[in-house]
């Protein structure tokens, strides 16, 4: 009977541990969310260096929604940071914090073959990504 009860306890533990696996595993593979980024001012196909959307609330507005839609999961909810990715409220602002932002948006970040950030910029296209950037700006901390 011992036998048969550490057995049980066994795989009850492998399911457990199964189950819990499953579920930070599904994590990994997601879908972007499209930005409806129409209201906004056309800014041509060419990949800008500065923001030209800073300060444009309509624009913060639309990026805070794409953010909580494609950023939020990984940099965490009002762009405060889990410890999972970068804490994004301390980014540089203004123009010179703008080219390293649009570099990781457009490009992504890996490492060692390991994806740690996919490229954004092609899914979600320039736009929403500096209107992501115009609504981190108010984020912002020291």
């Known amino acids: 009977m011992r036998n048969q009860g550490k057995l049980a306890l066994l795989c009850a533990a492998f399911v457990a541990g199964a189950s819990i696996t499953s579920s930070v595993l599904a994590h990994g593979n997601v879908t972007p969310q499209a930005v409806d980024t129409t209201t906004l001012p056309e800014i041509g196909e060419a990949w800008l260096k500065q923001n030209p959307y800073r300060g444009n609330a309509a624009a913060a507005?639309?990026?805070?929604?794409?953010?909580?839609?494609?950023?939020?999961?990984?940099?965490?909810?009002?762009a405060e940071s889990g410890g999972i990715a970068p804490d994004l409220r301390y980014l540089e602002v203004g123009d010179?914090?703008?080219?390293?932002?649009?570099?990781?948006?457009?490009?992504?970040s890996s490492h060692d073959?390991?994806?740690?950030?996919?490229?954004m910029g092609e899914v979600l296209g320039q736009k929403a990504g500096w209107a992501i950037r115009a609504w981190l700006e108010t984020k912002h901390q020291e």
């Open 61 to 78: 507005k639309i990026g805070e929604s794409a953010y909580g839609q494609n950023c939020a999961r990984c940099h965490g909810l009002e």
């Open 96 to 108: 010179t914090g703008d080219e390293w932002y649009i570099e990781r948006f457009q490009h992504g």
């Open 113 to 119: 073959g390991k994806v740690y950030m996919p490229p």
